[in-house]
């Protein structure tokens, strides 16, 4: 029966079908075979039928409508601009750096641009989604200098000379109060301050089966190769040049690949960036030789934490949905996270985030004591260990000071509809309760 669907199924409609469940879910596609149906449905629902195919157009009609998109809603500089006489282009803006010198209660309410010599690490990952709204608006990329900033760095720079198990932090707080922001500047300020940084910023793709898994052989546990590689090239591009006075201290062995004892760990990663299949060895051995060495402070900053307690959106072969504890690289990091593994000296930080729902953690918020967890609801009691002495640092929302630097920031960069003032700032601030993602959309989109 599955053979004769099969063959009465044309072979380009299931190769494109194919293709575009490939392209949604965002997996490569000589990956597509593990990926289960799951990352079809969480990427983007069901297939679009294709659209008729339309009749030839005539080129002045074409240009007449590239001509009336250009006078849409989308304008930089500012969302829905309706009318063009409102349109003023962004510009550029000047504004100091954001170093470790810079990160102190006399700079309070000043927004300070990501470093020159820390920008170029920081493009081989991705910012959060907001923060990025915010950078593609205004240039430089630049954040605000909070309380709540200057305390965090504090606690973190204590952690140079410690064990990580002593300092696991998770940002908390309020939707939009910034958790995102504060991590990106905690990153930030530990790469100008020389420290080797694993930044994941997007926590949640490594558990909504947008990559390939296989399973390990005579176990209950999976790899993702493609995502270890990716990974391993990431953290290569970040940190090179302090990879490369970091030698293995010991001969391994990372898939059929052999690790000499001298190696860089640079040069150990460049073993699982260009085999796949060994990636995830390669990662455990280089953060066993990261854990060990005492030359260099080494930060582990998680954003979208809560995805990693909660099941997955992979599947075992029975149909059921997995713990993160049964994906080898989700589990390595959970291992530092939890304190099971440490770093002879640094920091583990995660942030929360509710973007997506779907990523919500009930076990992680009564662990940190955000929520209270009902009597009749019993939580996982494979995933719950995993939260132990972790410390939960709370974000609030901007403060009169910060937000008028930020008021300030975005009227240099011309973002406003109205002339900004002094009653234009108190109408913002008011209905935004001082939440920095509604402030920003109250003052970029006009809303």
Same mark, same amino acid.
């Given at each position: 029966?599955?053979?004769?669907f099969?063959t009465?199924? %044309? ?13 949604? !879910?965002?997996?490569?596609a ?18 679009r ?23 849409? +809603? ?8 309706? =009318? ?9 803006v ?5 170093? %470790? ?15 020159? @010599? #820390?920008?170029? !690490?920081l ?7 907001? #923060? ?11 954040? *605000?200098v ?26 908390t ?21 020389? /420290?080797? *940084? ?5 926590? &949640?793709? /490594?558990? =909504?089966?947008s990559?390939?898994?296989?399973? *390990?052989p005579?176990?209950?546990?999976? #790899?993702q190769p ?9 953290? @290569? ?11 293995? &201290? ?8 052999? #690790? ?23 990662? +455990? ?5 990261? &854990? ?13 934490? @809560?995805?990693?307690y ?28 939890a304190?099971? &593994? ?16 779907? =990523? ?20 996982s009691?494979?995933?719950? %260990? /995993? ?39 108190? =109408?913002?601030?008011?209905t935004?309760?001082?939440? %920095? ?11």
């Amino acid at each position: 029966m599955a053979h004769r669907f099969l063959t009465s199924t %044309p072979l380009l409609a299931r190769t494109s079908q194919t293709l575009a469940a490939r392209a949604r !879910a965002a997996v490569p596609a000589q990956y597509a075979n593990y990926v289960t149906a799951s990352a079809v449905v969480m990427a983007g629902g069901k297939a679009r039928k294709a659209a008729p195919k339309a009749k030839q157009q005539s080129n002045s009609f074409r240009k007449k409508k590239i001509e009336d998109d250009d006078k849409g +809603e989308g304008g930089a500089g500012g969302a829905t601009r309706l =009318n063009e006489k409102y349109y003023k282009p962004p510009t550029p803006v000047k504004v100091e750096e954001f170093l %470790p010198s810079t990160a102190t209660k006399e700079h309070v309410g000043q927004v300070l641009g990501l470093p020159a @010599n #820390v920008l170029p !690490a920081l493009s081989q990952t991705s910012y959060p989604t907001l #923060v990025s709204e915010q950078f593609d608006l205004i240039k430089p990329a630049a954040l *605000v200098v909070r309380d709540a900033t200057v305390s965090l760095l504090d606690t973190i720079d204590k952690a140079m000379q410690t064990s990580s198990a002593n300092t696991r932090i998770v940002l908390t707080g309020d939707s939009g109060a910034g958790k995102s922001a504060m991590l990106l500047q905690t990153v930030s300020h530990c790469l100008s301050s020389g /420290w080797v *940084v694993i930044y994941v910023p997007k926590a &949640s793709t /490594w558990m =909504n089966s947008s990559y390939a898994y296989n399973k *390990v052989p005579n176990t209950t546990t999976f #790899v993702q190769p493609a995502l270890a590689s990716a990974l391993a090239g990431q953290i @290569n591009s970040v940190n090179k040049d302090a990879l490369n006075k970091i030698v293995t &201290s010991e001969k391994a062995k990372v898939g059929r690949h052999d #690790v000499e004892k001298g190696t860089t760990l640079s040069a150990l990663l460049q073993m699982g960036i260009k085999d796949q299949l060994a990636a995830q060895d390669v990662l +455990e051995v280089f953060m066993n030789e990261m &854990s060990a060495q005492k030359e260099i402070p080494t930060l582990i900053a998680v954003d979208e934490i @809560n995805s990693f307690y909660r099941p997955t959106q992979y599947l075992s072969q029975d149909g059921k949905e997995l713990d993160p504890d049964h994906l080898k690289l989700p589990k390595l990091f959970l291992n530092y996270i939890a304190g099971k &593994s440490s770093l002879d000296h640094g920091a583990v930080i995660g942030a929360t985030s509710d973007s997506l729902l779907i =990523n919500k953690s009930e076990i992680l918020e009564v662990a940190l004591g955000v929520k209270e967890v009902s009597p009749y609801k019993s939580l996982s009691q494979t995933i719950a %260990p /995993w939260t132990e002495g972790l410390t939960k640092f709370e974000v609030p929302n901007y403060t009169r000071q910060e937000a008028k630097g930020v008021f300030d920031y975005y009227r240099k960069g011309n973002v406003f509809y109205d002339a900004p003032s002094e009653a234009l700032f108190l =109408n913002k601030f008011i209905t935004s309760d001082g939440n %920095p993602r509604k402030f920003f959309t109250a003052c970029a989109k006009g809303i």
